[in-house]
């Protein structure tokens, strides 16, 4: 559909993704240019995005209407039009919702252009809060370089409204591949950590009053304790004057500092029911599919932690540059609802496909 030579998209499209919204339908995918359907979406609809955006420079899509980005010749130009995207982003988003960017880096004429960041720091500058830089190790990449360092990983950035937003840790964490042993004379964690070696270093100390002293053994105790008890299964203690400290000296920069000038000593513990992942994720980018010359496809694995902690079961989850639909696909399998938006005919109908695929036409569980 066209509208003074400019593609918009269709009503039919609209009003799949308001059923999504309204619950009456689990998925949706629209044709068209995802600002004009977001200018077309009411605030504060969405729970959770996920998207990738045509790197600058380095995607050349099928897309026959509307307007594409990446292929504008000032770099500047190209992060003033994804910051007017999130910025409707942004309204279409809960309060408490979350948004996760990926964007690869480029090299022109030899300079790394550092597009992600840029990216990044105009969103900050537009009120977004940047909560973590995850690093996707693609465990692969160009090899044919001669004269600078292979390059493997890309950015994920995990966008927030507000500094109160919905973060499922539970649901994430990864659990530990060792328990801690206990018997009737000895409590070692698993590690190896039983608390012998701290005891000597505070009963040794000069740095230690001899109330910190009594206070740091007692602390010790009760962390053997919860170690027993199945509550943790590691910890490390660093102890004034013993071990260093974490990232800084400084009590007015450091909490972990504050905490051992005021008790001379502190902990750092490994619950039982698991840690959070790291802001290192190593996935392949590979996808069954990528049928074509459409090389930014979403590996699902990349996928399912974001949805998990960032969405509730049955919230909406968007990708306004869905490509093949996977996105819309994980969360489908994670029993959230999905909408897609993209400018390509081909991808869209490709979405399609695979959605009845995944689903064997189970359409009771899409409808």
């Known amino acids: 559909m066209k509208e003074n030579g400019k593609a918009t998209v269709s009503a039919p499209a609209l009003d799949m993704i308001s059923q999504v919204i309204r619950g009456e339908r689990r998925y949706a995918f629209a044709l068209g240019d995802c600002l004009d359907v977001l200018r077309k979406m009411p605030d504060e609809s969405v729970e959770c995005v996920i998207t990738s955006p045509p790197y600058w420079k380095m995607r050349d899509y099928d897309v026959r209407n509307g307007s594409l980005i990446g292929d504008e010749e000032d770099p500047k130009d190209y992060v003033k039009k994804l910051v007017i995207i999130f910025n409707e982003i942004k309204r279409v988003l809960k309060s408490d919702g979350s948004l996760w960017l990926n964007l690869g880096d480029k090299f022109h004429n030899k300079n790394l252009m550092g597009m992600p960041w840029r990216v990044a720091l105009a969103m900050q500058d537009e009120g977004w809060i940047l909560r973590a830089d995850i690093i996707w190790d693609q465990m692969k990449g160009t090899q044919s370089v001669k004269d600078r360092m292979r390059d493997v990983y890309e950015h994920i950035f995990h966008f927030v409204k507000s500094r109160k937003y919905y973060f499922n840790a539970d649901a994430i964490r990864v659990k530990p591949s060792k328990s801690a042993v206990v018997t ?44 027993r008890s199945g509550e943790l299964v590691d910890f490390r203690m660093t102890i004034r004057g013993q071990q260093r400290t974490y990232h800084s000296d400084s009590v007015k920069i450091s ?16 619950k039982a029911d698991g840690f959070l992942p790291s802001d290192i994720w190593r996935i392949v980018p590979e996808d069954k599919w990528r049928k074509d010359a459409h090389y930014a496809v979403f590996p699902e694995e990349l996928l399912f932690t974001p949805i998990k902690a960032t969405s509730r079961p049955d919230g909406i989850v968007l990708d306004p540059f869905s490509g093949t639909g996977s996105t819309v696909a994980a969360a489908l399998k994670l029993g959230r609802r999905g909408i897609g938006i993209d400018l390509s005919e081909t991808y869209v109908k490709i979405s399609e496909e695979r959605i009845h695929s995944d689903f064997n036409g189970s359409y009771g569980l899409l409808f």
């Open 255 to 270: 909490g972990r500092a504050k905490e051992l000038a005021e008790k001379g000593y502190f902990f750092i513990t490994m």
């Open 184 to 227: 009737d004379s000895r409590t070692i964690s698993a590690t190896g950590v039983s608390g012998v070696k701290y005891r000597e270093q505070i009963l040794k100390s000069e740095c230690l009053s001899e109330k910190e002293k009594e206070n740091a053994l007692k602390a010790l105790d009760d962390m053997l304790n919860r170690v």
